[in-house]
């Protein structure tokens, strides 16, 4: 659905690419012998917390960047071939040969190649790799939204080793869960509160607050990105459109560009925020769960890192894995500041 071209891996998971130029045709056949693609794995609720959890036990034989050799996410070279059969690509996005997701469990992982260039991250990506990356998310969206049992599509990055990213080469994850995650039901919550309360989106109250506030961090003129009052992470933003706007797809064209470009300003702060190399960080995009939008119906996308000072890191512990329980050290007025400071500092 929407994809410039699309084919059949080895093991017949599903890959297609986006084009800046739309138009083309993506060839390359993969030449591999994988063995038939049967992702394993079971859903399990915890009778304590209610929460679900995927066992995933055939993830431990993933992929990962320092067990040498080519990168999967290159482009495929006679003799060398990847998970992407092309010699070039744009965008390209492909069913994820480890995932969590799929097969009993019902949903699907998706991985989502931003460059067919190793060594590039999104803030150095071009204006028209952007809307390209943004038209694949947003196509994606609405096919996984329509598979049966699908009750959240989450968008996501990873980017660095500290945050858990396991390959460098530029690339994020869409994961398509047959259940809405904890985050997601403990916001529907309060948004249906908080409709009840005030007949308004929470969305909608919130980025009005924050959007005239101390922890502005840029804008453009259909959105705003802003620390949240109570952020759980050191440096943490939130980018919401100022209007009730669901989810990528129902973005029109022109405003998913705006959307894009303000994402990676963000994402250019994070990296720049201290000396000795690009911050890691993780972007969460939050889109209205598919079965709840007369509640929740408004996006919002979270970045954050995990890094307090340039050798400091926050780490999850007990009262934070444990309890749940999130003790911020760095005052998220203070960390605005910080971040719009943050802008054009890194080296190109
Ligand atoms: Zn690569």
């Known amino acids: 659905m929407g994809h410039d071209s699309a084919g059949l891996l080895a093991d017949e998971r599903e890959i297609a690419y986006w084009d800046d130029v739309p138009g083309r045709t993506r060839g390359g056949r993969d030449v591999r012998k994988l063995p038939k693609f049967a992702p394993g794995g079971e ?24 067990a040498g050799g080519d990168c999967p996410l ?35 992982c998706e991985m989502v190649v931003f460059s067919s260039e190793h060594d590039r991250s999104v803030p150095e990506l071009p204006d028209v790799r952007m809307e390209t990356i943004g038209r694949a998310w947003a196509d994606r969206t609405a096919a996984l939204s329509g598979l049966p049992g699908v009750e959240q599509v989450f968008v996501f990055e990873n980017r660095g080793e500290r945050v858990g990213a396991t390959l460098v080469h530029p690339h994020g994850q869409i994961y398509a869960y047959p ?52 952020a759980r992470w050191p440096f943490e933003v939130h ?45 969460c995009w939050h889109q209205a769960p598919v079965r709840h939008r007369d509640v929740l119906n408004h996006l ?49």
């Open 43 to 66: 859903t399990r609720r915890d009778p304590l917390t209610g929460q679900v959890v995927v066992i995933a036990a055939g993830r431990q034989r993933r992929t990962l960047s320092s």
């Open 74 to 108: 290159c482009p495929s070279r006679p003799g060398a071939p990847s998970e992407v059969p092309a010699a070039e690509y744009d965008v390209a996005v492909f069913e994820n040969r480890f995932p969590a997701l799929g097969g009993p469990v019902g949903g699907r």
């Open 179 to 230: 259940y809405l995650p904890p985050v997601q039901t403990a916001v529907l919550a309060s948004a249906r509160a908080h409709l009840e309360r005030h007949g308004e989106c929470l969305l909608c109250s919130v980025t009005a607050v924050e959007a005239a506030g101390p922890r502005v961090v840029a804008s453009s003129g259909n959105f705003v990105a802003y620390v949240p009052e109570a």
């Open 239 to 283: 980018i919401a459109p100022l209007s009730c706007v669901p989810d990528l797809p129902s973005l029109p064209d022109e405003e998913r560009r705006e959307l894009m470009l303000l994402y990676r300003d963000v994402l250019a702060r994070f990296e720049a925020l201290f000396p000795g190399g690009p911050t890691p960080y993780m972007a």
């Open 300 to 348: 919002y996308v979270q970045v954050f890192t995990t890094r307090r000072a340039a050798d400091k890191w926050k780490y999850p512990a007990s009262s934070e894995s444990g309890a749940g329980a999130f003790l911020n050290d760095v005052l998220p007025e203070h960390a605005a500041a910080r971040l719009r400071e943050a802008y054009g500092k890194r080296e190109r």
